[in-house]
């Protein structure tokens, strides 16, 4: 998603580049000028550039028991939230099994929803009411705010660490 962002950007300024070469032939461009506009963009590139590498620096994770899991986490702004919440020390949550498929915790506050109607597979991490985190080791079709998916584990993996009463997950930002 990044690296998209990135080439639009590049994209952008190739563009804008091209547009002002474009004009009336009678001007003449000032180089001066110019020279500042290419440095103004540099400047912006490389912070834009330091935020993002800050970004993936500090990276929501995952522990479900003593177990870590790797997690994709989404691109809105649920879990920047979450991701937020978490920057104050790690967030420890009790999780409760819940229909045979599901744990379910109380993140402690509400965060920004999106509520979609989905159905979810094994590994899908979702918010539910705004204040509650779930973390699914079956499938379920309801209204949910997705948050991220597990990636290192199998559906049996997780019904096996999930599945057997309840759980407490951790999230912190490393």
């Not at 994709?72 to 498929?101: H, Q, V």
Request: aromatic share 6%; glycine share 8%.
């Amino acid at each position: 998603m990044r690296r998209k962002r990135w080439i639009s950007v590049c994209a952008a300024v190739i563009l804008l580049f091209l547009l002002a070469a474009c004009g009336s032939s009678e001007k003449q461009p000032d180089a001066g000028r110019e020279s500042e506009e290419i440095a103004e963009i540099a400047e912006a590139d490389m912070t834009a550039q330091n935020h993002s590498q800050e970004a993936e620096a500090l990276t929501l994770k995952m522990q479900i028991g003593e177990t870590p899991v790797a997690v994709e986490w989404e691109d809105n702004e649920s879990a920047a939230a979450l991701t937020e919440l978490c920057r104050k020390g790690p967030l420890t949550i009790r999780m409760s099994m819940y229909g045979g498929f599901e744990q379910v915790g109380p993140i402690g506050q509400s965060l920004p929803q999106n509520d979609r109607q989905t159905t979810t597979e094994a590994g899908d991490i979702v918010l539910y009411s705004g204040n509650q985190i779930v973390v699914f080791y079956g499938s379920n079709s309801w209204a949910y705010t997705r948050l991220g998916r597990i990636t290192d584990k199998s559906a049996e993996e997780l019904a096996d660490l999930l599945g057997n009463g309840d759980v407490t997950v951790t999230l912190a930002v490393e």
